[in-house]
Nanobody
Framework: QVQLVESGGGLVQPGGSLRLSCAASGRTFSSYNMGWFRQAPGKEREFLAAISWSGAWTTYQNSVKGRLTISRDTAKNTVYLQMNSLKPEDTGHYYC??????????????????WGQGTLVTVSS
């Protein structure tokens, strides 16, 4: 099974950009579909984006389409989330997750095999 470590969070001004990374350890990373989730203060964790193990498909929550882009580099065992035009409501802890069942990530299911520990993003002036 893989282990996941997120990085790249921090403080950014509204309208700015950040790229989050999720580094995976384990030889079977290429078998896992990957996703990004966000938990805002006082709110439930929500699905943002997912990518298949091969990169053949991606899917996004409607509200973030056009601002967030998920990608993966299998050679580096890393998944990225590029975030542009950030808003204060994007503030929260960002988590990556992995699951070998593509249908779970395609529907934004929270019941996934592996989770990272999260990285904090704060959007504020």
């Amino acid at each position: 099974q893989v282990q996941l470590v997120e990085s790249g969070g921090g403080l950014v001004q509204p309208g700015g950009s950040l790229r989050l990374s999720c580094a995976a350890s384990g030889r079977t990373f290429s078998s896992y579909n990957m996703g990004w989730f966000r938990q805002a203060p006082g709110k439930e964790r929500e699905f943002l984006a997912a990518i298949s193990w091969s990169g053949a498909w991606t899917t996004y929550q409607n509200s973030v389409k056009g601002r967030l882009t998920i990608s993966r580099d299998t050679a580096k065992n890393t998944v990225y989330l590029q975030m542009n035009s950030l808003k204060p409501e994007d503030t929260g802890h960002y988590y990556c997750a992995a699951d070998r069942r593509s249908e779970r990530l395609q529907r934004g299911d929270l019941n996934l095999e592996v989770w990272g520990q999260g990285t904090l993003v704060t959007v504020s002036s």
